[in-house]
């Protein structure tokens, strides 16, 4: 029953097990995150990154990085923090940082829904109606 989801229904409740390779597989461009779940006020996304991203700063949110593969640079204007494969980050609110990928990486990232993924810039990476998948 692998990759199956499990669907448990109680009247407007359900419960939905997610395989992030299977979302990862549903697209295929970089710095676009996907909502693939909501915990409390949070969104769960998962993303691909290539590339470097653009300096910037979340004043009201944190931000985590979960790293499913790959290796991710996270710049800060001080020093550089590298994760892993199966290490994550948390970003507290009003740092400044750039997140850097040398080559294909897939995050999952747990965010506020008022979080916007180019934080206090506005450019065209910025995404302002997330995609559900």
């Known amino acids: 029953m692998d990759g199956v989801a499990l669907l ?7 419960v939905d097990k997610i395989n992030l390779n299977e979302k990862l597989d549903l697209f295929e461009e970089y710095w676009s995150p996907k909502i693939i779940g909501e915990v409390n006020e949070s969104y769960v996304k998962v993303a691909k990154l290539k590339g470097e991203f653009l300096w910037h700063t979340h004043e ?3 931000e985590m990085f979960y790293v499913l593969r ?3 640079i996270i710049r800060f204007r001080d020093k550089d923090v590298i994760i892993n494969q199966g290490e994550f980050l948390i970003i507290p609110k009003g740092i400044e940082h750039m997140p850097v990928a040398e080559k294909e990486v897939h ?3 747990i965010e506020a829904k008022t979080t916007l993924n180019t934080g206090d810039v506005r450019n065209e990476r910025t995404v302002e109606i997330l995609e559900k998948i």
């Open 60 to 62: 009201n949110e944190d």
């Open 107 to 109: 995050v999952m990232l």
């Open 8 to 14: 448990l229904i109680r009247g407007d409740v359900k």
């Open 70 to 72: 790959g290796l991710l």
